[in-house]
Nanobody, 128 residues
Framework: QVQLVESGGGLVQTGGSLRLSCAAS????????MAWLRQAPGKEREFVAG????????YYADSVEGRFTISRDNGKNTLYLQLNSLKPEDTAVYYC?????????????????????WGQGTQVTVSS
């Protein structure tokens, strides 16, 4: 079992930055591929970024490539998402998720059942 708790969301102006964290419990965190997804009101859930457990290779949605950076610290059981150059369209609830498989990251999967564990989400609001 892996429990995930996100933090770091908040209100920021356009062009600002935030750093989201996802604290994981469980001894096997380092063996899970991790992802950040987001969902804005009235919109479908969207894959944002993913990172492999073994190589730390990362994968991004086109909409955030070059602005967001995903990283992980297996020693601290923590996943991060650095959000830079934020835009109003980045406003959403951001979730971290864990999967044993690589496919969901390669496919930029957004469906809930593609991941084994989810956090409760943290709100990011970007004002114009």
């Amino acid at each position: 079992q892996v429990q995930l708790v996100e933090s770091g969301g908040g209100l920021v102006q356009t062009g600002g930055s935030l750093r989201l964290s996802c604290a994981a419990s469980g001894r096997t965190f380092s063996m899970y591929n991790m992802a950040w997804l987001r969902q804005a009101p009235g919109k479908e859930r969207e894959f944002v970024a993913g990172i492999r457990w073994s190589t730390s290779d990362s994968y991004y949605a086109d909409s955030v490539e070059g602005r967001f950076t995903i990283s992980r610290d297996n020693g601290k059981n923590t996943l991060y998402l650095q959000l830079n150059s934020l835009k109003p369209e980045d406003t959403a609830v951001y979730y971290c998720a864990a999967t044993r498989l690589l496919g969901p990251l390669l496919q930029r999967a957004r469906d809930r059942d593609r991941y084994d564990f989810w956090g409760q989400g943290t709100q990011v609001t970007v004002s114009s």
